[in-house]
């Protein structure tokens, strides 16, 4: 099992950068896939970003490519996602997951486990 914390949210203005970590708890950690999920007001949960467990592949959704960058450290139990650029319709709660399966998924039902989600607010 493994607990996760993320924090690094705000507000911001447009045009801003931001950096949100997730720290994991437990000692297999890179057993998992990481992923970054986000959610605004009314709207459902939809995939970000996700970095696999050694090879440290990373996949990211149309919307953020280019301006998002996730990476993971296993030695510290920690993954970062250095958010970039910013717009207004970047705000919402920004969640990170576990994920125990072999390949990385953008599907939310497929991770594990979840953190509490930290909230990232875009001025325009």
């Known amino acids: 099992q493994v607990q996760l914390v993320e924090s690094g949210g705000g507000l911001v203005q447009t045009g801003a950068s931001l950096r949100l970590s997730c720290a994991a708890s437990g000692r297999t950690f890179s057993n998992y896939v990481i992923g970054w999920f986000r959610q605004a007001p009314g709207k459902e949960r939809v995939f970000v970003a996700a970095?696999?467990?050694?090879?440290?592949?990373?996949y990211y959704a149309d919307s953020v490519k280019g301006r998002f960058t996730i990476s993971r450290d296993n030695a510290k139990n920690t993954v970062s996602l250095q958010m970039n650029s910013l717009k207004p319709e970047d705000t919402a709660v920004y969640y990170c997951?576990?994920?125990?399966?072999?390949?990385?998924?953008?599907?939310?039902?497929?991770?594990?486990?979840w953190g509490q989600g930290t909230q990232v607010t875009v001025s325009s």
């Open positions: 970095i696999s467990r050694n090879v440290f592949r990373q």
């Open positions: 997951a576990a994920d125990r399966g072999l390949g990385v998924s953008t599907s939310s039902t497929t991770y594990d486990y």
